[in-house]
């Protein structure tokens, strides 16, 4: 069964330092791993999205890291704001249209000042 | 440009009642979605479609019917709501790998 896992389940940190989510994955075939940042009462918004070839892309202060060959992915938060509050979730999918997507449980982060 | 946008935002329903929701987007995109997201669990894809005219079973889709008669618009269905369907529920589209959600309605069935 395909299977996205995320750590932790939640994580709190102090305004402007750094901090490290993860995401293991069994989904296969492999097409691409995506992040979503999703803000509470919000839909998810598109942070990253890596395909087989690719292991490191950043948007800003995030940057995300793919090991196809481990199945594991990273994604690092540089110098965090209290707007970073919000749920990371990773999605994993075997093709390109999405529909067999297999979404993780988020990791919900908190920053406080 | 609105993105994708849903109707209503919330909605309380007895059970047994029916009702539509509806995913409307303004960005030609051929795929859309729909998700319902359980407090503290992932996104689970209830039906999807690749075009207007075609509609396809995702992981939940047990109680719930779509429609895509438009290209811009994707309608969900409850015939006979359950309390089991309470939920957020969010509405995407796709267009090259990224996915765009819209802002989601808030569903309870008392």
């Known amino acids: 069964k395909n299977q996205v896992e995320q750590s932790p389940q939640s994580l709190i940190i102090l305004e402007g330092k750094n901090c490290t989510l993860q995401?293991?994955?069994?989904?296969?075939?492999?097409?691409?791993l995506r992040w979503y940042k999703q803000d509470t009462g919000r839909g998810p918004v598109s942070l990253t999205i890596?395909?087989?070839?690719?292991n490191t892309k950043s948007n800003g202060r995030y940057t995300a890291t793919l090991d196809a060959d481990t199945k594991q992915s990273s994604l690092h938060i540089t110098a965090s704001q209290l707007s970073d509050s919000a749920s990371y979730i990773c999605v994993v999918s075997p093709n390109t249209n999405a529909g067999k997507s297999t979404f993780g449980d988020g990791t919900t982060l908190t920053v406080k000042p | 440009n609105a993105g994708v946008t849903q109707t209503p935002k919330f909605r309380v329903l007895k059970t047994g009642q029916s009702m539509t929701l509806l995913c409307a987007q303004d960005m030609n995109h051929e795929y859309m979605y729909w998700y319902r997201q359980d407090p503290g669990m992932g996104l689970r894809l209830i039906h999807y479609?690749?075009?207007?005219?075609?509609?396809a079973k995702g992981e939940v889709p047990d109680g719930y019917n779509v429609s895509r008669l438009k290209k811009q618009n994707f309608l969900l269905g409850l015939e006979s709501a359950a309390p089991s369907q309470t939920s957020v529920y969010f509405c995407a589209s796709l267009k090259t790998d990224t996915q765009y959600f819209g802002p989601g309605t808030r569903l309870t069935v008392l």
């Open positions: 995401c293991n994955y069994t989904v296969s075939p492999f097409s691409n």
């Open positions: 479609s690749v075009g207007e005219g075609t509609t």
């Open positions: 890596m395909t087989f070839s690719e």
